[in-house]
């Protein structure tokens, strides 16, 4: 045992070493000959190019399964995922506070509702076709030019005084903000039986004796028209641009911090997911100084 | 006075130099020292000498005051126990060890990315705090396993300690005073009567009829006979010590205390014991060896990647994310646990064929034995006289030895064999404990001694009832065996009505009954004893003690009933009738044989290529002859002595190198210089210590661990424990092993059958291949769980499997799985091969580690793969949209990210997709581990030739991996905090075609390493 017991020293190691990158006996290198080497690397070489060719056989198999214009299983997306423009996110979640006698507070702001819309000008939109029923817009086949579908317009002007043509700073400058709600996309997805989805919007701790949120939606009514459903998916209609609604919150308490809900109303988008804040729902904090 | 005290200190300085020299801190020097023949000269000296030297006085003891300064100076009559190491130090120990301390760097770095998050934003989540806790749990709880494991291999003082007589006879003050033992001093006068402990080392003064039980410390079985007198040079052998914590038996002395505590024989064992260092395990230096390459592997993938991360600009504190990932998917954490288990579970097996194991790495030590040091009474022989050869009408016969006796198949139809059976049955004092009726013959307790009993046992098994023929020719006379006359005789009437004269029988050393016989008895007839038939005699007389049987002479001789007559008063004392010129009937020999099963067992050892070396107390001649009996000494090798008896030349003039065997006594080993012993040991491939002592045991046990060899001993008595405490394992005898033995033993041999051993060696080796196979099986797995974050930091993929869920992979579905490996049955017959070379046949070697990494678990990695993408693909993101996706995917704000269909996607609908391909990764590994577990059942052999039922451990592990993630999956899918869900049915069998190529490469692997044996792919795919 006693040779189990002596320690190297540390220039034995050193020699040990060096012996194992080149044993000038044996003419081994790293404890192969060269030609060893070369014929081990030869074998993983040739190893992994056909492991990598079963590999790419096999996403190559999945991509001949899949359907080119509807995924397979839609199991996450029940219900879809609002979203609030514009986007500012504090520690924890939606926190927008603003000064309206300070513009370079909302400026910023305002920028970025202006950059949202942009993809709703005219010139974005023009390869959509103007849709008037208030009925689901199912399309059986594909009759679009280059084997797609038809997408609805929907232009920012639709948003009235929310659409940053009347009024470029979207009503950041008098204390009564536009936000602008979008509704995520989800392919084949039809939000309500017969009656439009409708944004809703409130303070989320309303207290009984304080006033109710005032908003002004726009398109009025604050819903998203049925004719913008159902989603065929982006090869079926690469045009599509999702309906918004914009709420135009009107007697927001200054110089206070309030949480604001604003729900889709309809009757397949639940809003009670206690895990995911923004399904059916988006939350936000406001606060307004003056 | 005085002068008194500076005698005593002179003495003290030069006989305890030994013992002071412990403290030094040269633990070689130490060793040497106690290694030494222990240096005690008090048994030399007078009684008038002894008084002086202790200055004391044999009537009337020492003073009172003088005792208190002596027990002062000397500490108490105790043995100290060793230090020991905190419980609490221990357990702290076995927290840093192994993998521990890589988990503990990853537990801390997961707090520290929390700290660093909390820094950045408070509301941060929690999830690192979480992992680290989980680490460190996964830490504690193996700890405490390991702990508790090594908790139970159990303290070798405590037996020592048991041993301490409570209470001695003390002569103080000219006062008989009863005082604990713990309070002698050396110089008191103390009396023992039987029954009682020696409370010290005691020279002996007077004795009447004392006999002490001294097995305890030197393994002598019999009752040794105590006198005041001095009989021998070694202070171990001489008759008027008594040694302290062995027993009095029967019969009083009165004895001066010449040495206290740790300086009495026992107590310098004691500390020779517990000095001795253990040694590492085999099995523990390979499991280091591994747990180095792992973690080696870990911490420099884990480094680079960390480089790479950090300089592909990712932020430090995801670099510390990646780099506790990796460090996890590297660890095999439940591997060691796994691998305590599975020697366990061998333990258990053995303790079912009589080896019971108390050290659980020695399970795997025994199958990487090389050298065995067995020790020959009851170990190997049956530790019983038996009659094994008798000698009539010129003849020899044998006589069967085998455990049972049953078969006796010599030809007993002489006229002289009638003579010599009566004879030996009636000159015969040993008798049956009543009430044996139903007991075997062979098992029955006798009164008598040894010889005596064998005798009896042999006629009664031949003969019926001997008590019946005993009655039947009633005993007139007897005079008992002496070791003055050498021989027994007694008188009878004989069981023929018809003839009235008186036999008389007599039995002895055979030299001192043919002086008394002027006839002999062949075939039945008395003829004169000439010339040539006394020299029959001493040819066989010759023959059969060499080998090393124990002989004696029959001879019998019928009275003249007319000098005679019925009424004849025989006085033994007198001796009024002849012992001479008698009729010599025939010779006798007895041997304790060698256990039948014992030459197969040797003959098993040679085949597995490990040296069987005999070491006994014991004559060299008996132990050479039992050494070639049992085939320790193969049957066509010599000694020395033995070629240059054939050849009549001198001992010194023999080539050294044709002689294979070699005998060689403890005197000679005394003079050897240790690269003498070095030569011995490797120019001889059969070896046999005789009349060794037990210090010489732990030279020759050093001697082969010298050269590399893995060496077990076995042993009984206290003496034994330094070599058994020295070896690589110790075996002690279950029935005749002394407590110290079995405590200082890794393993207890139940039935004391060297054959036992060998089914040992067998598990042994084949925990070895199994714990291989285990191994591989576990680190297959590794590369799968590794992959993914490299692919993560470089392709950029939402994470594929979560560290969580890799802990539940190693700890959950894995365990049973690589525990059922070791119910595998060996694949070859493991005893023909030679015993794994301890530096270059490792556990985990470089083909091992290649061939499961970089071969199966590189397919099980693309294999879950593939599962993880079809998952992302039918949900709708396509493998396409994922790379480099990562960054927007984690991100909790972007809330409306964008599939490969257009859909958007929360962020929390990504997360639990996310989720979702986790558990789809792990299902893809755990399918894949089926067919890895199944590959691993063999290393060589066809999946088919081994069986795939055979072992249905397997299956129930099989079963257990698919339930466990079924639950998982299908049970525990809505716990948020285990990151599981639900997975359709379908993608539980994505990677079943993997599975089966997996399957399909191992065969061809094997198939090549069988019909190519030595080629290249031999070299590089066999591990």
């Known amino acids: 045992m006693a040779a189990l017991q002596e320690k190297k020293s540390c220039s034995q190691r050193m020699e040990e070493f060096q012996h194992y990158c080149w044993n000038p006996d044996t003419g081994q290198m790293l404890g192969r000959t060269l030609s060893r080497w070369v014929w081990i690397s030869l074998y993983y070489a040739a190893f992994y190019v056909v492991m990598t060719g079963v590999f790419a056989l096999c996403i190559y198999t999945l991509m001949c399964t899949l359907d080119p214009y509807t995924p397979d299983y839609q199991d996450q997306l029940k219900s879809p995922g609002v979203t609030l423009r514009p986007d500012v996110y504090g520690e924890k979640g939606l926190d927008i506070s603003y000064n309206v006698s300070d513009n370079r507070t909302w400026v910023g702001l305002v920028h970025t509702l202006h950059d949202f819309l942009a993809g709703y000008s005219p010139a974005s939109?023009?390869?959509?076709?103007?849709?008037?029923?208030?009925?689901?817009?199912?399309?059986?086949?594909?009759?679009?030019?280059?084997?797609?579908?038809?997408?609805?317009?929907?232009?920012?002007?639709?948003?009235?005084?929310?659409?940053?043509?009347?009024?470029?700073?979207?009503?950041?400058?008098?204390?009564?903000?536009?936000?602008?709600?979008?509704?995520?996309?989800?392919?084949?997805?039809?939000?309500?039986n017969s009656t439009a989805p409708g944004v809703d919007c409130t303070f989320l701790d309303q207290h009984k004796d304080a006033r109710p949120l005032q908003v002004e939606y726009y398109p009025p009514n604050g819903t998203f028209s049925l004719h913008y459903f159902p989603y065929y998916g982006k090869k079926a209609q690469p045009h599509y641009h999702n309906p918004l609604v914009a709420a135009k919150l009107l007697n927001v308490p200054r110089n206070t911090e309030v949480l604001i809900v604003c729900k889709i109303l309809a009757d397949h988008v639940t809003f009670d997911n206690p895990h995911d804040p923004f399904e059916g729902k988006v939350e936000f904090k406001l606060n307004i100084q003056q | 006075m005085k002068h008194i005290e500076q005698t005593d200190k002179g003495n003290g300085k030069e006989k305890y130099r030994g013992l002071k020299n412990c403290f030094e801190p040269k633990k070689n020097h130490r060793k040497e020292e106690l290694k030494k023949e222990l240096d005690l000269d008090d048994h030399k000296l007078s009684i008038k000498e002894l008084e002086k030297k202790y200055g004391t006085n044999i009537i009337t003891g020492l003073s009172s005051a003088q005792a208190a300064e002596l027990l002062a100076r000397n500490g108490p009559n105790a043995l100290t126990p060793p230090k020991e190491t905190p419980e609490i130090i221990k357990f702290f120990k076995q927290m840093v060890g192994g993998f521990s301390i890589l988990l503990w760097i990853g537990a801390i770095l997961c707090w520290i990315a929390y700290g660093i998050q909390y820094s950045m934003n408070t509301s941060s989540s929690l999830d690192n705090v979480y992992l680290g806790c989980v680490l460190a749990l996964v830490i504690i709880l193996t700890g405490i396993f390991a702990y508790y494991q090594e908790a139970k291999s159990t303290n070798i003082m405590a037996t020592f300690n048991k041993m301490i007589p409570q209470q001695a006879l003390v002569i103080r003050d000219s006062e008989k005073k009863t005082i604990p033992a713990e309070q002698l001093v050396v110089g008191d006068i103390v009396e023992i009567r039987g029954g009682d402990q020696i409370p010290a080392d005691i020279r002996l003064l007077s004795v009447q009829g004392c006999k002490v039980d001294n097995s305890s410390l030197t393994g002598e079985s019999e009752p040794q006979p105590r006198s005041s007198e001095f009989t021998h040079d070694s202070p171990l052998e001489t008759k008027n010590i008594g040694f302290y914590s062995t027993t009095c038996l029967e019969g009083t002395a009165t004895g001066m205390v010449?040495?206290?505590?740790?300086?009495?024989?026992?107590?310098?064992?004691?500390?020779?014991?517990?000095?001795?260092?253990?040694?590492?395990?085999?099995?523990?230096i390979e499991i280091q060896h591994f747990v180095h390459i792992v973690a080696g592997v870990a911490v420099s993938i884990g480094i680079l990647f960390f480089i790479t991360a950090v300089s592909l600009k990712y932020q430090v504190l995801d670099s510390i994310i990646f780099l506790i990932g990796i460090i996890v998917a590297n660890v095999p954490e439940g591997l060691l646990a796994t691998v305590t288990v599975t020697l366990s579970l061998t333990a258990k097996r053995m303790a079912k064929?009589?080896?019971?194991?108390?050290?659980?790495?020695?399970v795997e030590t025994l199958g990487s034995t090389s050298i065995i040091c067995s020790d020959k009474t009851g170990t190997l022989t049956q530790n019983r006289m038996t009659v094994a050869h008798l000698w009539f009408d010129n003849q020899i016969f044998i006589a069967d030895t085998s455990e049972d006796n049953s078969n006796q198949v010599f030809d007993q139809s002489s006229g002289t064999w009638a003579s010599l059976s009566k004879i030996i049955t009636l000159c015969n004092r040993a008798e049956f404990r009543p009430g044996q009726e139903s007991v075997p013959i062979m098992k029955r307790v006798v009164a008598g001694d040894a010889s005596e009993t064998a005798l009896l046992k042999f006629s009664e098994v031949i003969l019926g009832d001997v008590m019946e023929i005993r009655k039947r020719n009633h005993k007139v006379a007897e005079i008992p065996f002496n070791s003055t006359?050498?021989?027994?005789?007694?008188?009878?009437?004989?069981?023929?009505?018809?003839?009235?004269?008186?036999?008389?029988?007599?039995?002895?050393?055979?030299?001192?009954?043919?002086?008394?016989?002027?006839?002999?008895?062949?075939?039945?007839?008395?003829?004169?004893?000439?010339?040539?038939?006394?020299?029959?005699?001493?040819?066989?007389y010759m023959e059969l003690g060499g080998q090393g049987e124990r002989v004696l002479g029959f001879c019998h001789l019928y009275l003249p009933a007319d000098e005679f007559p019925e009424t004849y008063t025989f006085d033994v004392d007198t001796m009024n009738f002849p012992t001479s010129n008698l009729c010599f009937v025939g010779l006798l020999s007895m041997i304790d044989p060698p256990r039948s099963t014992v030459p197969d067992a040797v003959t098993k050892c040679r085949s597995a290529g490990i040296k069987v070396i005999m070491v006994t107390g014991d004559h060299p001649i008996t132990a050479k002859a039992i050494a070639k009996s049992v085939g320790i000494i193969s049957a066509n090798s010599e000694t020395v002595e033995d070629i240059a008896k054939r050849l009549h030349i001198a001992v010194e003039q023999v080539n050294k190198r044709d002689a294979k065997a070699a005998v060689v006594t403890g005197m000679e080993l005394k003079d050897m210089s240790p690269e003498q012993l070095d030569e011995l040991l490797t120019n001889y491939p059969e070896i046999v210590f005789a009349r060794t002592s037990p210090q010489q045991k732990?030279?020759?046990?050093?001697?082969?661990?010298?050269?590399?060899?893995?060496?077990?001993?076995?042993?009984?008595?206290?003496?034994?424990?330094?070599?058994?405490?020295?070896?690589?394992?110790?075996?002690?005898?279950?029935?005749?092993?002394?407590?110290?033995?079995?405590?200082?033993?890794?393993?207890?041999?139940?039935?004391?059958?060297?054959?036992?051993?060998?089914?040992?060696?067998?598990?042994?080796?084949?925990?070895?291949?199994?714990?291989?196979?285990?191994?591989?099986?576990?680190?297959?797995?590794?590369?799968?769980?590794?992959?993914?974050?490299l692919i993560y930091i470089t392709v950029g993929l939402p994470l594929p499997i979560g560290t969580i869920t890799i802990l539940f992979i190693d700890l959950g579905t894995d365990i049973i799985p690589s525990i059922a490996l070791a119910y595998e049955k060996a694949e070859s017959d493991i005893m023909n091969r030679k015993p794994r070379h301890k530096k270059k046949d490792r556990l985990v070697n470089e083909q091992l580690a290649m061939y499961s990494y970089l071969h199966i678990g590189l397919m099980q990695a693309v294999g879950a793969f593939v599962v993880y993408f079809t998952v992302y693909a039918q949900e709708g993101f396509k493998p396409s949209a994922l790379i480099n996706i990562r960054v927007e995917w984690e991100n909790s704000n972007v809330n409306d990210l964008e599939d490969s269909y257009g859909q958007q996607w929360t962020w929390y609908q990504r997360k639990y997709l996310e989720w979702m391909g986790y558990t789809a990764f792990f299902v893809g590994i755990m399918v894949q581990q089926i067919a890895d577990l199944i590959i691993r059942k063999t290393r060589r052999n066809s999946i088919f030739q081994q069986g795939l039922f055979r072992n249905k451990v397997i299956w129930v592990g099989i079963a257990s991996q698919i339930i466990i993630a079924l639950i998982l999956s299908y049970g525990l899918g809505s716990v948020t905090a285990l990151s599981f869900t639900m997975l359709r049915p379908q993608y539980w069998f994505v990677a079943v075609p993997f599975a089966i190529l997996i399957w399909v490469y191992d065969e061809v692997r094997k198939l090549f390493i069988r019909l190519y044996p030595g080629s290249w792919w031999d070299k590089n795919m066999y591990y």
């Open chain 1, 125 to 192: 939109q023009e390869d959509s076709i103007n849709c008037t029923s208030e009925k689901y817009f199912f399309q059986e086949s594909f009759q679009a030019p280059n084997h797609t579908k038809f997408s609805c317009k929907f232009m920012a002007d639709m948003l009235q005084n929310c659409s940053g043509l009347t009024d470029p700073n979207f009503g950041f400058a008098e204390g009564k903000p536009c936000f602008i709600i979008k509704m995520n996309r989800i392919v084949n997805f039809l939000p309500s």
């Open chain 2, 258 to 284: 010449i040495n206290t505590g740790d300086r009495t024989i026992i107590g310098q064992i004691a500390s020779l014991a517990s000095g001795v260092g253990n040694e590492k395990t085999p099995i523990a």
């Open chain 2, 353 to 362: 064929k009589n080896c019971l194991v108390k050290n659980l790495e020695a």
């Open chain 2, 485 to 540: 006359n050498k021989f027994q005789l007694s008188i009878h009437k004989t069981d023929d009505p018809n003839d009235k004269r008186f036999l008389m029988v007599m039995k002895g050393a055979p030299e001192r009954i043919l002086e008394k016989c002027s006839t002999i008895m062949v075939n039945g007839q008395e003829q004169p004893l000439d010339k040539n038939t006394a020299e029959a005699f001493h040819t066989a």
């Open chain 2, 698 to 789: 732990l030279i020759i046990v050093e001697g082969c661990q010298m050269q590399n060899a893995v060496v077990a001993v076995t042993g009984d008595g206290v003496n034994d424990s330094p070599a058994l405490k020295k070896a690589d394992i110790g075996i002690a005898m279950g029935i005749t092993g002394s407590d110290a033995a079995k405590n200082a033993a890794d393993m207890i041999l139940l039935d004391d059958n060297f054959a036992s051993i060998v089914t040992g060696v067998e598990e042994g080796r084949l925990i070895f291949d199994n714990l291989k196979k285990t191994i591989a099986y576990t680190l297959t797995k590794n590369i799968a769980e590794l992959c993914p974050f």
